[in-house]
């Protein structure tokens, strides 16, 4: 399953891909220098790894999703948590329809 990949080599990742370190670091909100040590070995955090996998593996297009979005779902989650599960239920089945 997709969700497991470990992502221990960005760098391989990269390269099938066929990006240049300023493509594909810059999708994931990371400088090209920094996502070079990355590259180099340097230990990457895991917001960052869940980042490399969403953008690179899953293929899942951040450029849409704005703060206040991620607000208003957080905030429907805590406030009424009943109408966010089946939302929730809805959207994955959309997704498993694609």
Same mark, same amino acid.
């Given at each position: 399953?997709?969700?497991?990949?470990?992502?221990? #080599?960005?760098?391989? =990742?990269?390269?099938?891909?066929?990006?240049?370190?300023?493509?594909?670091?810059?999708? !994931?909100?990371?400088?090209?220098?920094?996502?070079?040590?990355?590259?180099?070995?340097? #230990?990457?955090?895991?917001? &960052?790894?869940?980042? &490399?996998?969403? &953008?690179?593996?899953?293929?899942?297009?951040? +450029?849409? =999703?704005?703060?206040?979005?991620? =607000? &208003? +779902?957080?905030?429907?989650?805590?406030? #009424?948590?009943?109408?966010?599960?089946?939302?929730? !239920?809805? +959207?994955?089945? =959309?997704? #498993?329809?694609?």
């Amino acid at each position: 399953m997709k969700l497991f990949i470990e992502i221990s #080599n960005p760098g391989e =990742i990269r390269r099938k891909l066929g990006l240049i370190q300023s493509d594909f670091w810059s999708k !994931v909100g990371v400088s090209q220098s920094v996502g070079s040590r990355y590259e180099s070995g340097r #230990n990457m955090p895991l917001p &960052v790894r869940g980042l &490399v996998r969403l &953008v690179h593996i899953e293929r899942v297009d951040l +450029a849409p =999703i704005r703060k206040d979005d991620l =607000i &208003v +779902a957080d905030l429907l989650k805590k406030r #009424n948590p009943d109408l966010y599960k089946r939302l929730k !239920v809805s +959207a994955d089945k =959309i997704m #498993n329809k694609l």
